[in-house]
């Protein structure tokens, strides 16, 4: 099946600094969604992107389909940001697969 | 709108005890999900529901069953739960099945003893 790989695995961040996280994948895809999981566990979706890029604030997403790789920038990170990245991809019919995730803290 | 609840939020079974997760949605969403979360790893789809009255196996059905009760409600099954079940049970829904933006609920953390 397919193959989804994040990176880095762990990030620590002061409050303000930029970060890119990275999602590679080992097949074409249909569909990819970034999410966030926050400390308490809740999962957010913050971007549906199977191609090209969206901003939603201080975030972005890219994905390159044809170079499969998906990345996610935050800028000016914020102690709210902090938790856990998550990289879903799938193809047609079929259920997603999720990453591993990249775990990010940010401090004050 | 709550969007997708669930409950209960924290369960503890001893080992061979059955269990029920409660799941339901009021975005009218037509597909109901359910994963479990391990540490260390990202989420697993144990079952989904593409419409109401179908659902499907996922990567790791086994030691579980789901009911599609309606297309609000979507419950997953422990019958004889084990040790290995310990874990964080997420449901999800979606428009439509798999290719789109899914919306989870807050988790149930189970721990099997």
Redesign the interface.
Known sequence: GIQVEQSPPDLILQEGANSTLRCNFSDSVNNLQWFHQNPWGQLINLFYIPSGTKQNGRLSATTVATERYSLLYISSSQTTDSGVYFCAVNQAGTALIFGKGTTLSVSS | NAGVTQTPKFQVLKTGQSMTLQCAQDMNHNSM?WYRQDP??????IY?SASEGTTDK??VPNGYNVSRLNKREFSLRLESAAPSQTS?Y?C?SSQQ????????G??T?LTVL
Do not use: I, K, W
């Open positions: 999900y260390g790893m990202g989420l697993r789809l989904y996922g990567e964080v997420f999800a099945s798999h290719t789109d933006t899914q919306y989870f807050p988790g953390r």
